[in-house]
């Protein structure tokens, strides 16, 4: 099998490729922009796979599609919130969200073999990706949440909430007077609930609000670490995936 990367961040492209061949494939190809990837496919026979970034450093990785015609498999790797990605479902199209989690990895490649055996022409709309991608429709996102407190229910505001955490199988909401509340959510249920622009999911432990930010400080690793006004109970670390994102979130 023929399998290709094209992602602008290279140690994010190199660790995808560790993953990948950990499940036994071979990556032959790493691209890094959307020019080198026109220039590569006008020149190259196409792969069977192309594991392929949305925004690349010199624009969105659709360009490709609109100057070569590609008849790959696709799975997108992206930092978009799932409620952007419905057309990806809708053209039954896989994609890992980042960072990508080596189970989900082999599920996406699994499912990749089946339906390429059973449907091998599979047909893209990457126009219509593109402009739910571009120009999301609007979403109202969660204000309140309903805890069950023994007989009684609290409402706690989403103006409260200093962080969400998962623990022992468990999500909880932490409030700025320092407390916590167990949920029946998990946090990729959360994820697509929160607005992006006050919310930002910076490891597979926590997701933040811009207001929680107390202060952050130069971590091991490129990595970052976050101080929150009262949650002590374990290092908020923004993981080296998510860096480049989590300080364009801050602006």
């Known amino acids: 099998m023929n399998i290709i990367i094209i992602e602008d961040e ?5 660790l995808l490729q560790r993953k990948v ?10 691209l890094h922009s959307v020019d080198e990837s026109i220039h590569w496919f006008q020149n190259n026979p196409h ?3 192309i594991f392929l970034d949305i925004q690349l450093s010199d624009g969105l990785s659709f360009e490709i599609f609109e100057n070569i015609e ?17 057309a990806f479902k809708l053209n039954s199209i896989d994609y ?3 960072p990508i989690d080596e189970d989900d990895l082999a599920t996406a490649i699994n499912k990749f073999k089946q339906r390429t055996s059973s449907a091998p022409n599979l047909s893209l709309d990457f126009d219509m990706i593109k402009r739910m991608l571009v120009n999301p429709l609007e979403k109202s996102f969660k204000k309140r949440f309903t805890i069950k407190m023994g ?14 955490f998962s623990e022992n199988k468990g999500t909880y909401l932490h409030t700025f007077d320092n407390r916590n509340y167990l949920l029946d959510s998990t946090l990729e249920q959360l994820e697509t609930e929160l607005d992006p622009q ?4 910076v490891s597979r432990k926590f997701i933040i609000p811009m207001k929680g930010i107390k202060e952050i400080q130069l971590h091991s690793n490129s990595r970052l670490k976050v101080i929150l006004p009262s949650y002590k109970d374990d290092e908020v670390i923004v993981s080296r995936e998510k860096v480049t994102d989590f300080k364009t979130w801050i602006g």
């Open 21 to 30: 061949e950990k499940l036994g494939l071979q990556i032959t190809t790493l």
């Open 96 to 98: 890992l969200l980042k």
């Open 70 to 86: 590609i008849s790959s498999a696709v799975i997108f790797t992206t930092a978009y919130d799932e409620y952007a990605l419905r």
């Open 198 to 201: 006050n919310f930002f999911r």
């Open 47 to 49: 792969p069977d796979l």
């Open 151 to 164: 007989q009684q229910l609290k409402m706690i505001n989403i103006d409260e909430v200093e962080c969400f």
């Open 10 to 14: 290279k140690p994010a492209a190199r």
